[in-house]
Nanobody, 114 residues
Framework: QVRLGESGGGSVQAGGSLRLSCAAS????????MGWYRQPPGKARELVAM??????DYADSVKGRFTISRDRTKNTVDLQMNSLKPEDTAVYYC?????????WGQGTQVTVSS
């Protein structure tokens, strides 16, 4: 069973930056499909950025502002979020798809004030 540990998040003013980190365990596999989704208040969960092997998929709304990166040896995925906007306010969830099973992290709140 995959376990996810998230860190980062918090509150920031518009234009600021935050960094989220997610670690997957156990660490004896490579979790090739790993990334971040978010759920804004009152809305459905949506893609932010996701690795599918070597391919990265970004939501159009974050392209040029957010950067996802990974450390294969540690099974960690980071999300660097720059030029944050109030509409980026959401609960951010780490996601792993491994052997056809989807696992979500518990979520971390990101609040951007104007």
């Amino acid at each position: 069973q995959v376990r996810l540990g998230e860190s980062g998040g918090g509150s920031v003013q518009a234009g600021g930056s935050l960094r989220l980190s997610c670690a997957a365990s156990p660490n004896n596999f490579w979790y090739m499909n790993m990334g971040w989704y978010r759920q804004p208040p009152g809305k459905a969960r949506e893609l932010v950025a996701m690795y599918s092997g070597a391919i990265i998929d970004y939501a159009d709304s974050v392209k040029g502002r957010f950067t996802i990166s990974r450390d294969r040896t540690k099974n960690t995925v980071d999300l660097q979020m720059n030029s944050l906007k109030p509409e980026d306010t959401a609960v951010y969830y780490c996601k792993v798809v491994h052997n056809g099973v989807t696992t979500w992290g518990q979520g971390t709140q990101v609040t951007v004030s104007s």
